[in-house]
């Protein structure tokens, strides 16, 4: 949807009056694509969204 399409944007919020400022995915995206991370997401109306983060692996710890 339109929506879903600017939902990192810095003040963007579907809310009409009540509600946050519309910073908080924004936050959230620069601080993952700082660390050299990605987000990607999946909605389906009526039913829900998913984010998904990814973060780049640190060398020399268990999992990498």
């Known amino acids: 949807t339109a929506d879903l399409q600017k939902i990192f944007d810095p003040f963007y919020s579907t809310r009409k009056k009540e509600g946050g400022t519309g910073l908080g995915l924004s936050n959230v995206y620069s601080l993952v694509n ?31």
């Open 34 to 64: 700082r660390m050299g991370g990605q987000i990607f997401v999946e909605s389906q109306e009526n039913i829900g969204t998913r984010f998904n983060l990814y973060f780049p692996g640190i060398p020399g710890t268990s999992g990498s």
